[in-house]
């Protein structure tokens, strides 16, 4: 996060920094479901 926000404000780059910010929630978001979808499977 602190290299996107460097992206962001310090060279102006906030489009990237933005591709950035989204790349890294869809990774957060991919590696919780799996995990999530780990955890319901042995409640079973």
Same mark, same amino acid.
């Not at 996107?4 to 479901?33: C, D, H, K, P």
């Given at each position: =996060? *602190? ?11 906030? @489009?990237?920094?933005? =591709? *950035? ?11 919780? @479901? ?11």
């Amino acid at each position: =996060m *602190l290299f996107a926000y460097e992206e962001a404000f310090r060279y102006r780059f906030a @489009g990237y920094a933005s =591709m *950035l910010g989204l790349a890294m929630a869809i990774v957060v978001l991919a590696v919780l @479901g799996l995990y999530l979808w780990r955890q319901m499977r042995e409640n079973r």
